[in-house]
């Protein structure tokens, strides 16, 4: 796929997806060319989404070269039909994204005072640690 098919008018905004119509089916179509919005700022997501596009685009021509007396297409019944794709890959891609979003954190107290454990303090955790490398047979200047 050409970086023809997929345009960016000026930085910040959406990208473009491009179709140049093959010049057999220009005088059918009565277009050279058409343009519709992805609706997506970056360039990564845009160029997967323009070459499934493009894909699509190709498959379309190919069709309408086969039996050019049944597929009477406009180029915007074309690009109808590219929009409707969009949504359809964009509500597959949010429903991954909803399978795959991350578990939220418990909001957690601030302060030391709103910290209220059932458990043991520190010193006898400090203890503990010690007397466990005692027994072990730490020596003694290396626990400290």
């Given amino acids: 796929m050409s970086s023809t098919y997929l345009v960016l008018r000026k930085s910040g905004y959406s990208f473009l997806f491009r179709s140049i119509i093959p010049k057999d089916l220009q005088t059918q179509l009565g277009s050279r060319q058409f343009q519709l919005s992805l609706k997506c700022g970056i360039r990564h997501r845009a160029k997967s989404l323009a070459l499934h596009l493009y894909n699509l685009t190709q498959q379309i021509y190919a069709s309408i070269r086969q039996s050019p007396a049944e597929k009477q297409l406009t180029p915007q019944q074309i690009k109808d039909r590219l929009k409707l794709e969009l949504e359809h890959l964009k509500l597959d891609d949010q429903a991954i994204t909803a399978k795959h979003k991350p578990i939220e954190k418990e909001t957690q107290p601030t302060s ?7 458990g043991i303090s520190l010193a006898q955790l400090s203890d503990k640690y010690i007397q466990a490398k005692r027994e072990v047979g730490f020596p003694e200047k290396t626990i400290k």
Wanted: hydrophobic share 15%; glycine share 0%.
């Fill in 112 to 118: 030391l005072q709103q910290q209220t454990h059932p």
